[in-house]
C-alpha cells in the first residue's frame, strides 16, 4: 500500500503468478487480508478464473501488466524439490521492476524479531519464533513450525506440519517434506529434499534426497 499526500493509504494491485494448488492457499490468504485494490492470476489459461478470480495474462503480457499499474506479484507456483520454475519467475518479476510482498496469513503467528525476504508467504496457522530469518521467495507452508533462531534459505518450502526446532539451519533451495520434524541445531544442505514424515536427527549435506525416521540419505 502507498501513502498519498494527505494521509490516504492507495490500495495495491497484486498479481499471483501461478495458478495451480498453491495459488489457491496463497488466494484464500490475500482476499481475506483485504491489502489489494485488485488481484489478478497469471497462466496460461487466459480469460478462465480461478476461486472467482480471472486470470489476466500470460508471463509474456508481464511488462505491459506492470506499465499499467499491476505493481506487486508474488510467485503461487508450488514447488517439491524443484525450484528451477519459481527461479526464473522471481527473477522475470524481479527485471520488471515488481514489487514482491511478503504475504502472512492471518491466521499465522510471527514474532516480532523475525526477518523475511520479499515474496516469502507464510501459510494458515504456522508459527515463526524471535531471532528467526528467512529467505526470499520461500513457502513455510500450513501448520508449520519453525521456532526460533532458525536460518532458512531463499526458495525453500517448509511443507504443511513440518517443525523445525530450534536454530535449525536450512539452505537456499531445500524443501522439508509435510510433517517432518527437524531436531533443534541441525543443518539441512541447499538443494536438498527431505521426504514427508521423516525424523531428522543428524545433519543433512547438499544436494540430496533423504527420508524416514531416523533420516538416511537415500540418493
Ligand atoms: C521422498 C519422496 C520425494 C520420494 O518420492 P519418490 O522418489 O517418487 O519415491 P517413491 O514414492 O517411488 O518411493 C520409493 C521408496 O521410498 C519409500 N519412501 C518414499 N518416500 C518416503 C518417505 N517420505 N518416508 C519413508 N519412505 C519413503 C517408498 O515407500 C518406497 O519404498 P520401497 O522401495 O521399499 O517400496 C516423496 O515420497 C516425498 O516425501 N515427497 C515430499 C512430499 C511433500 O512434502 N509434499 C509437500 C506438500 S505441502
Known sequence: MKNEPGGIELKSKLLLIGGGGHCK??????????????????????GTKIMDIPVIGSDDDLPN????????????????????????????????GFNMPVI??????????????????????????????????????????????????????????????????VGDDAHVGAGTVVRQCITIGSNTLIGCGSVVVENVPDKVKAYGNPCKVVE
Open 104 to 169: 502472512v496469513d492471518s491466521t499465522a503467528i510471527v514474532a516480532d524479531k523475525v526477518e523475511i525476504g520479499e515474496g516469502t508467504f507464510i501459510g494458515k496457522g504456522a508459527i515463526v519464533n524471535s531471532e528467526t530469518s528467512i529467505g526470499c521467495c520461500t513457502i513455510i507452508n500450513s501448520g508449520s513450525i519453525v521456532e526460533h533462531e532458525c536460518n532458512i534459505g531463499a526458495f525453500c518450502h517448509i511443507s504443511t506440519g513440518a517443525t523445525l526446532c530450534g536454530q535449525v539451519k
Open 25 to 46: 492457499s496463497v488466494l484464500d490468504c490475500v482476499l481475506s487480508l483485504d491489502k489489494y485494490s485488485d488481484i489478478g492470476i497469471i497462466d496460461s489459461e487466459i
Open 65 to 96: 501488466l506492470f506499465k499499467s499499474g499491476w505493481s506487486d506479484a508474488i510467485v503461487t507456483v508450488g514447488s517439491v524439490g524443484n525450484t528451477r520454475v519459481r527461479h526464473k519467475l522471481y527473477e522475470m518479476l524481479k527485471a520488471i
